[in-house]
């Protein structure tokens, strides 16, 4: 499953198959990205970052991709699992301390 | 080990009263932030700690609102004389060193859901 576009609010994927999450970012002169997972009633939970010095970058089920040309960044999760159920934000740093978040993908696992 | 934790949880208040919102970062973590998060909306940015020194509360957003780290620890967000736009899940987190241009993971606690009637 994808959220095609700039930004879908809801991603629905079959257990097993691929997630993609997109995130369009506005700022140019953001160098630092995050994804966070958010479960109901928790935190934010880091899952991975970018710098954006690199285009890629994987970690364990998850790879990140950034295109910085379009403003625009990529969560991949492979074989997506009912654990992955969840609201996955995008974050970009823009130069300080500050984390600005998007607005969220909530994405639900069909059994 | 123990993350970043926060109480109370939930909290209730009645229109008009304050309230105090406790955060204790991961041990040894030199920053510290708030962020204020309304109902399906992502984190927005409060204010940040190094240390006890309050580097930065433009997220800030009345003076009714105010935090404070005194030991570099635990850090309390204060909300005076709540109003119902103040309801929202208040997230803590921390992370290891100080600001600069270092990029460093914010660890997040669970939040203090407010709900002010």
């Known amino acids: 499953g994808e959220s095609v576009g700039l930004h879908l609010p809801t991603l629905s994927v079959q257990e097993g198959d691929n997630s993609i999450i997109n995130c369009a970012y506005s700022?140019?002169?953001?160098?630092?990205f995050i994804w966070y997972k958010q479960e109901s009633g928790k935190g934010p939970q880091f899952i991975i970052d970018?710098?954006?010095?690199?285009d890629k970058r994987q970690g364990q089920r998850v790879t990140v991709l950034l295109n910085k040309t379009v403003k625009h960044l990529s969560l991949q999760i492979a074989a997506t699992q009912p654990g992955d159920s969840a609201v996955y934000f995008c974050?970009?740093?823009?130069?300080?301390?500050?984390?600005?978040f998007g607005a969220g993908t909530t994405v639900t696992v069909r059994a | 080990g123990a993350g970043v934790s926060q109480s109370p949880r939930y909290k209730v208040a009645k229109r008009g009263q304050d309230v105090a919102l406790r955060c204790d970062p991961i041990s040894g973590h030199v920053s510290l932030f708030w962020y204020q998060q309304a109902l399906g909306q992502g984190p927005e940015f409060l204010t940040y700690?190094?240390?006890?020194?309050?580097?930065?509360k433009s997220g800030l957003p009345s003076d009714r609102f105010f935090a404070e780290r005194p030991e570099g620890s635990v850090s309390t967000l204060k909300i005076q004389r709540t109003q119902q736009e103040d309801s929202a899940v208040y997230l803590c987190?921390?992370?290891?060193?100080?600001?600069?241009?270092?990029?460093?993971?914010?660890?997040f606690g669970p939040g203090t859901r407010l709900l002010v009637l």
């Open positions: 700690f190094q240390n006890e020194a309050q580097l930065d």
């Open positions: 987190a921390s992370s290891l060193g100080g600001s600069g241009r270092v990029r460093e993971t914010q660890y």
């Open positions: 970018i710098r954006s010095n690199m």
């Open positions: 974050a970009e740093n823009r130069g300080d301390y500050k984390l600005s």
């Open positions: 700022n140019s002169a953001s160098d630092y």
